[in-house]
């Protein structure tokens, strides 16, 4: 089993940025695909990026595209999402998710674990 534990979020102007971590413990893996989704008031849950195990492919949805980027630290078992350039639209609960496969999804059926989530406001 594995456990996911987001921190990092808050509070933040639009045009600010935040960086949510999530640390994985229990029976990790490197091979693992990581991805982050987000669930805004009174919408479903949406994907927002997706980084394979190992690192080397990332894959993220088009609204985040050039302001987001996600990364791994392997040694570590963490898995990172800088969020640059934010807007009030990206207002949500941030939830972290690992499946057992290496490559990435978009699609959180396909997601075996997940973390708490944590709260992004986006607000002036």
């Known amino acids: 089993q594995v456990q996911l534990t987001e921190s990092g979020g808050g509070l933040v102007q639009p045009g600010g940025s935040l960086k949510l971590s999530c640390a994985a413990s229990?029976?990790?893996?490197?091979?693992?695909?990581m991805g982050w989704f987000r669930r805004a008031p009174g919408k479903e849950r949406d994907f927002v990026a997706s980084?394979?195990?190992?690192?080397?492919?990332?894959y993220y949805t088009d609204s985040v595209k050039g302001r987001f980027t996600v990364s791994r630290d392997n040694a570590e078992n963490t898995v990172s999402l800088q969020m640059n350039g934010l807007k009030p639209e990206d207002t949500a609960v941030y939830y972290c998710?690992?499946?057992?496969?290496?490559?990435?999804?978009?699609?959180?059926?396909?997601?075996?674990?997940w973390g708490q989530g944590i709260q992004v406001t986006v607000s002036s």
């Open positions: 998710a690992g499946r057992f496969r290496a490559t990435v999804s978009d699609n959180d059926n396909a997601y075996d674990f």
């Open positions: 229990g029976r990790t893996s490197s091979n693992y695909a």
């Open positions: 980084i394979s195990g190992g690192g080397r492919i990332q």
